[in-house]
Antibody, heavy 119, light 107 residues
Framework: QVQLQESGPGLVKPSQTLSLTCTVSGASVSSGRYYWSWIRQTAGKGLEWVGHIYTSGSTDYNSSLKSRVTISLDTSDSQFSLQLTSVTAADTAIYFC???????????WGQGIRVTVSS | DIQMTQSPSSLSASVGDRVTITCQAS??????LNWYQQKPGKAPKLLIYDAFNLEAGVPSRFRGSGSGTDFTFTVHSLQPDDFATYYCQQYDSLPLSFGGGTKVEIK
């Protein structure tokens, strides 16, 4: 059974960098045909795809965030990470990590982590 | 970017009812559509992929149909566990995008 779990700080100051890690069990992030993804959810904008990294290491990002976001695979083979720079209050959200199979079908999701941007 | 318009945004229904939700894409996405269920404080759960395929382990009372720009999600005989918010998601092109959600509440 594949399981994902987000971790990281729940509070980030404006202009700083948001860093989250997703720990995966039951699968390797560097094998198979999967996209390891980050999605965020706010009351105002709903569910928003942030970006993903393929098992080969290639990435795609939402153009609305592209200049600020980096997703990477960790050498542990069981983690991948999100970094979002220069955060503002608009980046306050619940952040989910997820596995997308095939042509972007999200079959396993983490429980989500609430991140607040505030001084 | 492809916009997904979901309706209604909320509805009230009773156990045993048939519930129908629609999702409209801003351009032709063929059958590149998924449906998810989300309960408060939980992650979205995949129910339907490729517009009409039932994910393994999901009860057959959940159905999806449509192609192109217009899609329908139906719950046949609503059960107590089905009160939740439902989302469509297109994957025809990046960025992936979601509908605004439909909250199904108890009448």
């Amino acid at each position: 059974q594949v399981q994902l779990q987000e971790s990281g700080p729940g509070l980030v100051k404006p202009s700083q960098t948001l860093s989250l890690t997703c720990t995966v069990s039951g699968a390797s992030v560097s094998s198979g045909r999967y996209y390891w993804s980050w999605i965020r959810q706010t009351a105002g904008k709903g569910l928003e795809w942030v970006g993903h990294i393929y098992t080969s290491g290639s990435t795609d990002y939402n153009s609305s965030l592209k200049s600020r976001v980096t997703i990477s695979l960790d050498t542990s083979d069981s983690q991948f990470s999100l970094q979002l720079t220069s955060v503002t209050a608009a980046d306050t959200a619940i952040y989910f990590c997820a596995r997308f199979r095939g042509r972007y079908v999200g079959d396993y999701w983490g429980q989500g982590i609430r991140v607040t941007v505030s001084s | 970017d492809i916009q997904m318009t979901q309706s209604p945004s909320s509805l009230s229904a009773s156990v045993g009812d048939r519930v129908t939700i629609t999702c409209q894409a801003s351009q032709d996405i063929s059958n590149s559509l998924n449906w998810y269920q989300q309960k408060p404080g939980k992650a979205p759960k995949l129910l339907i992929y490729d517009a009409f395929n039932l994910e393994a382990g999901v009860p057959s009372r959940f159905r999806g149909s449509g192609s192109g720009t217009d899609f329908t999600f139906t719950v046949h005989s609503l059960q107590p566990d089905d009160f939740a918010t439902y989302y469509c998601q297109q994957y025809d092109s990046l960025p992936l995008s979601f509908g605004g959600g439909t909250k199904v509440e108890i009448k």
